[in-house]
């Protein structure tokens, strides 16, 4: 049995990577900060190491004796630029450098972000790109894959549930241009791609997006008609100014100065927020030889919709 080690394999994202590696026949061995289980993997009982990015001696543990590391852990917010950095550049840094040293021959997938394509845009999507390239140079074998997923929703997602809620009430707000186009995956699906991705003898020194197979993307309209018919209840749309949500971050990135605390709403992560573009080209995605995206965007808010008001998030 081929054994994936996995950094990152407690976050929404990792929790279900973990589970389509078993899916797919491998033995998994995650490395986690605390021994606790989610009931995602509560029947999987991978092999745990105690441990965390900056912790070289546990990062050996994980990676000896794997075939293949994917590295999924990293910052989404954080309290300023210096903070992305060590985690996402530095901490990617660290996991080339422990496969390189303990399991040369193995294959390295980082899962990225669809925001490193724009590293201009914030510091998360400068660290996320500085991150692909410190782990690949660390690295220095030619086994490697970028993955670089979108927004991703489903079950337990704690990101998106904003939107549901906010389209159950009177009125949601919205937050992208009138031409804004997003290309979304639904979590499963972006897990059983990494998983495919990972098997021996996949496609090496390549990028890769990922996308429910929409690789246009969706307007914001669309987005929302989708979790309306999602939450049965259409509520008054109001569309935020630009000036507007570039004031809230802004207040966002000064309560994170003063407080030190990581903030989501930053000034930064406003750029993100109003790009227009973050559509993909068809030629990025994975070879459908090796994966299909199963899931759209209709039948997959309709599935995150019924978990969540069936374990009463909304």
């Known amino acids: 049995m081929a054994l994936a080690a996995i950094t990152g394999g407690t976050g929404f994202l990792g929790r279900y990577i973990v589970a389509a590696l078993h899916r ?4 998994v061995r995650m490395l986690v900060r605390q021994d606790s289980v989610h009931p995602l993997l509560a029947d999987l009982r991978p092999e745990l190491v105690l441990g965390d990015l900056h912790d070289d001696a546990a990062l050996a543990r994980l990676v000896t004796g794997a075939d293949v590391i994917i590295h999924a852990a990293g910052l989404i917010k954080a309290r300023d630029r210096a903070q992305f950095f060590a985690v996402n550049e530095g901490g990617s840094a660290r996991v080339g450098r422990a496969v390189a040293a303990h399991a040369p021959g193995a294959r390295l997938l980082v ?21 692909e390239v410190a782990a690949i140079a660390a ?6 894959c970028i993955v670089r997923p979108p927004a991703i929703y489903g079950p337990w997602d704690r990101e998106t549930l904003s939107l549901f809620k906010a389209a159950a009430g009177p009125v949601v707000p919205v937050l992208g241009g009138r031409d804004a186009r997003l290309a979304m995956i639904q979590v499963d699906d972006a897990a059983a791609a990494i998983a495919a991705l990972a098997a021996p003898g996949g496609p090496c020194g390549q990028s890769f997006g990922l996308c429910d197979g929409v690789t246009g993307g969706y307007d914001w309209t669309n987005i929302l008609d989708c979790a309306a018919d999602a ?18 971050g802004l ?12 903030v989501m709403l930053t000034l930064p992560k406003t750029r993100e927020i ?28 309709a599935g995150a919709a019924k978990w969540y008001r069936d374990h009463r998030w909304i």
């Open 111 to 131: 899962i990225s972000s669809q925001a490193a394509t724009q590293p201009h845009l914030s510091h998360y999507a400068a660290s996320k790109r500085a991150g």
């Open 24 to 27: 797919a026949g491998f033995g």
């Open 251 to 262: 207040g966002g990135s000064i309560t994170a100065a003063l407080t030190g605390k990581a």
């Open 139 to 144: 690295y220095g074998g030619d086994d490697w």
């Open 274 to 301: 109003t790009h227009a573009d973050w559509s993909l080209a068809s030629q990025q995605m994975p070879p459908e030889s090796l994966w299909k995206p199963r899931v759209g965007l209709r039948e997959g808010f």
């Open 231 to 248: 939450l049965g209840h259409r509520a008054a749309r109001v569309r935020v100014p630009v000036l507007l949500l570039r004031a809230i």
